[in-house]
């Protein structure tokens, strides 16, 4: 860099040529001050590579790894091709004829022997709930079983004599499945091999989605109500007070996330002081002691105490910088305390209220740890699922299905909220 | 903003009733994490004030379930795993995350929004996922229960913290002192440590804390990536809430609120450096 510097400041009279500048060693300035440029972007983009690389290795990649978890698809294809093949010619009504069965026979006993049979039966499984047992008892005579095959699986095992099973094996023998993505909005494949609706009963997914949105738009309106207030008072006490009262808020922010989920569970449970202090006033008795924790309320009385300093910190930002002589000029032209607050202070916060409630929202719909905690049977919501289908069920194609339908959302909002205030201004603390 | 000597009663109420309605959202804020710390004192095993407790009688307090979190072997683990891994993990986060910031801020860098997204991405993808991808990944390299498995984790967590706050101290960074400092005979290096890096260095303190913070409080990972032997003071927490509730978690609970003041502190009075050393207020 300090060599173009130099060049730059020689005489310009030595260094002509055909009334072009060059520098000391005759390459054109132009040409020079490219590659002068050209270094410095190198030299900034080695400055961000090695993170970049980090973040691809250790986060980007495994989450992109997760996202093809949910529609990768290799069981069926991998222990079963002959049957896939055989399964072409089949018109897909009735039971298959006896080449289906002799390849089944063939594949399952070598699946038997070398283990992989176990993997099929659990993919298939997902799909149909007998499939495990079908599958793991009819593999371990397959070996013996003696031509005609169709019979024999026919009597092996009452799976077999349903045409379903075996639509179901040439469904899922493609390498990519949407099927987990079909279960995860409670979908269903009838007979003709539409995708419709599970039956009321057996819906569960829908529901959940429904539920982690409208208990993040809650708690995005709840930390509104109870952050527009104190934003405002902040903003219009003076520096110091404001420093101060700030505390309350960073205190929260920055007091471990267990901790304040701990503190709620004391307070709130049957036990706790908020129900002896209600006994003590008066309020309720004894024995009619309020059920305020492992349940929604609890969930969202705990989140919006925990998401409540997101709010307020843009929300504050924003309306410090607004001037008061706007209020006062509309009151001065007439507008009554609130028109003047409601059509000319309002407006100029919009920004802040964007910013705050996008990210509240963002933070609340991926929340997991204080929903498994506190919130019992009706305050789960979708991370808990996915995370009881990753550790509990062990079904990860859904859960990756799931996961994926999260993540896309958020970062649908995401860029949303990008275009509402930019990433940079992310302010913390 | 007193109320004016003009007003009329109704405003006057009005201010009243604004400043009782604030305080009560103040009261909500603070109260649990206060409420919650002379319980830890509470001489039974209880969640709640007994009548000793109430009329400040002695009997009623005591140390005991400080006594119990220090002689409790498990406790101590964790909060020595907690430090371990939180102090790795910061320094890989902080010096990756210094870098980076350094290049970003640097007016070549091309695709800067598009780095910039990648880069704190860490941040705002739900934790359930980042911790279910990492699973998986750990799993297949053989890094799943292991403590570099977790300290690698917790520090891509940790990164785009530092990248912020480094970034926005680099924001009213004046390039002409680096000039200065070259024509005055300094090499980069030279130039990078005594020009640079003090004006830098309260964002990357306060970046490097909010990476520690990160990891200290991270729950999520650690319950798919980490093992028993890897259990940390959040873990131990959860597991705490969800067998068996025992006032030693209040314990636990109040060293921690004693920790985040004095980490908010630091990063309050770093951030007051940081904007005088830059001339961006007075003091």
């Known amino acids: 860099m300090s060599q173009t510097d130099d060049t730059l400041n020689g005489s310009d009279e030595d260094h002509k040529v055909d009334g072009q500048m060059v520098t000391v060693d005759g390459t054109p300035l132009k040409a020079s001050l490219k590659r002068a440029e050209r270094k410095r972007t190198l030299i900034a983009f080695l400055l ?9 290795i250790t986060f980007i990649v495994p989450i992109g790894q997760m996202m093809w978890r949910s529609v990768d698809n290799p069981q069926v294809i991998s222990v079963l091709p002959k049957t896939l093949e055989a399964l072409e010619d089949w018109d897909g009504e009735g039971i298959p004829d006896e080449p289906v069965f002799e390849a089944l026979a063939e594949e399952l006993a070598v699946a038997s022997a070398n283990r992989t049979v176990g993997r099929l039966a659990v993919r298939l499984n997902y799909e149909i709930s007998a499939a495990r047992g079908a599958l793991m008892g009819t593999s371990r005579s397959a070996a013996d079983m003696e031509p005609p095959y169709k019979q024999a699986f026919l009597d092996d095992h009452r799976l ?20 987990y993505y079909v279960a995860a909005f409670d979908g269903a494949y009838n007979e003709a091999g539409e995708i419709v609706l599970q039956d009321e009963n057996r819906r569960i997914y829908i529901d959940l989605f429904i539920r982690t949105f409208s208990m993040s738009i809650g708690i995005t309106l709840l930390t509104l109500l109870l952050g527009f207030p104190i934003s405002f008072l902040m903003a219009s006490l003076p520096m110091r007070t404001a420093n101060l009262l700030m505390i309350f808020v960073l205190l929260p922010f920055w007091t471990s996330l267990l901790v304040r989920t701990t503190s709620w569970i004391v307070l709130l449970q049957q036990q706790g002081v908020v129900n002896e202090v ?17 349940n929604m309320t609890g969930t969202i009385i705990a989140m919006t105490h925990i998401l409540l300093p997101f709010m307020v910190l843009p929300l504050y ?41 996008v990210l509240v929202f963002i933070i609340s719909i991926g929340y997991y740890i204080t929903p498994a905690l506190v919130g019992g049977q009706s305050g789960q919501m979708i991370s808990n699922l996915i995370a009881y289908h990753m550790q509990t069920s062990l079904n990860w194609g859904l859960a990756a299905a799931l996961g994926s339908v999260l993540l896309v959302s958020v970062l649908i909002l995401y860029w949303v909220y990008n275009r509402l205030v930019g990433a940079d201004s992310l302010k913390l603390g | 903003m007193a109320v004016p000597t003009y007003a009329g009663p109704l405003e006057r109420t009005w201010y009243y009733t604004f400043r009782f309605l604030c305080a009560c959202v103040f009261f909500f804020l603070i109260a649990p994490i206060l409420i919650m710390i002379p319980l ?10 007994t009548r000793e407790m109430l009329t400040f009688n002695p009997d009623g307090f005591s140390l005991r379930w400080y006594r119990d979190l220090f002689a409790s072997d498990s406790w101590m683990t964790s909060i020595k795993n907690s430090l371990i891994i939180g102090i790795s993990a910061t320094i890989v986060a902080t010096f990756l995350g210094t870098l980076a910031a350094l290049g970003l801020s640097r007016s070549e860098m091309p695709f800067k929004g598009l780095f ?77 440590f005594k020009i640079q890096m003090p004006l830098i260095l309260p964002g990357v303190i306060s970046g490097a804390l909010f990476a520690f913070i990160t990891s200290f409080d991270e729950i999520v990972i650690v319950l798919f ?59």
């Not at chain 2, 991808?133 to 530092?162: C, D, E, K, Q, R």
């Not at chain 2, 636990?252 to 003041?261: E, K």
């Not at chain 2, 004095?262 to 207020?281: D, F, K, P, Q």
């Open chain 1, 48 to 56: 961000v590579a090695p993170l970049l690389t980090y973040l691809m």
């Open chain 1, 160 to 179: 077999w004599n349903e045409s379903e099973f075996y639509r179901i094996i040439k469904r899922e023998g493609d390498p990519v499945t949407a099927s």
């Open chain 1, 278 to 294: 209600l006994i003590l006033v008066g309020l309720i008795d004894d024995d009619s002691r309020l059920g305020m924790i492992y």
């Open chain 1, 317 to 357: 930002s924003v309306m410090k910088t607004i001037p008061p002589s706007y209020v006062r000029a509309a009151k001065s032209l007439g507008a009554t305390p609130w028109t003047a607050f409601w059509r000319i202070y309002v407006p100029q916060t919009l920004p802040g209220i964007g910013a705050g409630g």
């Open chain 2, 40 to 49: 830890s004192f509470n001489v039974e095993p209880y969640f709640t004030y």
């Open chain 2, 116 to 192: 910039m997204g990648l880069l704190i991405s860490p941040m705002i993808v739900p934790l359930i996922i980042s911790a279910a991808g990492m699973f998986f990944f750990y799993s297949s390299i053989g890094l799943a229960n292991t403590m570099p498995g977790v300290i690698l984790a917790h520090a891509a967590l940790g990164t785009p913290f530092v990248v912020i706050t480094v970034t926005a101290t680099l924001v009213g960074f004046d390039h002409s002192l680096t000039r200065a400092s070259a024509s005055l005979g300094a090499g980069s290096g030279r130039t990078f």
């Open chain 2, 225 to 283: 990536v980490a093992g028993v032997e890897q259990r940390t003071i959040p873990r131990e927490m959860w597991s705490g809430i969800r067998e068996q509730i025992s006032p030693t978690i209040l314990a636990v609970a109040s060293l921690l609120v004693a920790f985040s003041i004095l980490l908010l502190t630091t990063v309050e009075l770093l951030r007051r450096r940081s904007e005088r050393l830059r001339g961006m207020s007075p003091g």
